[in-house]
């Protein structure tokens, strides 16, 4: 099964990079309260780096960029994972994306889906489905 999952993977990785996006957007979607914090938390970072650009003073004291980006991140960080439940819904997507590609990864038989590592690869062609050969421009050289 590990064999599996590894020339799996390596096959299938746009596909599951694409399942974890899909898994990860439903389920903010069925969560609407972790997206609304997850757009607070953007706009208060909008408004801290846009509308004050450059150092920011509060009472008297002043704080650079990086105190800022310090101070906007340990907000964050308390904020996703121990005031709301943006943490809860991120990682219970991670998992059940994980659990899928694993199951599929384990049990897919990787049936004439790779070359042998002695073949040489050709260049991938994006535009391949279309039923008319897509040739690149010729280059002017003397000009």
């Not at 746009?14 to 974890?20: F, P």
């Not at 990682?91 to 040489?120: M, T």
Request: one cysteine or more; hydrophobic letters at 55%; proline letters at 6%.
């Amino acid at each position: 099964a590990v064999t599996r999952m590894r020339k799996n993977s390596s096959y299938f990785k746009l596909n599951y990079v694409a399942i974890i996006l899909c898994t990860t957007i439903l389920s903010f979607l069925m969560h609407p309260g972790s997206l609304i914090v997850l757009a607070l938390i953007l706009a208060s970072w909008a408004f801290a780096f846009l509308a004050y650009p450059g150092t920011v003073e509060i009472n008297g004291k002043s704080f650079s960029e990086r105190e800022k980006i310090v101070a906007m991140s340990v907000l964050s960080f308390v904020l996703i994972f121990f005031v709301t439940s943006v943490g809860t819904v991120f990682f219970s997507a991670i998992s059940i994306s994980l659990a899928l590609i694993a199951l599929h990864g384990a049990f897919r038989e990787p049936d004439n889906l790779f070359l042998d590592d002695g073949e040489a690869q050709s260049p991938i062609n994006p535009f391949s489905f279309l039923p008319i050969p897509i040739s690149t421009p010729a280059v002017a050289t003397n000009v």
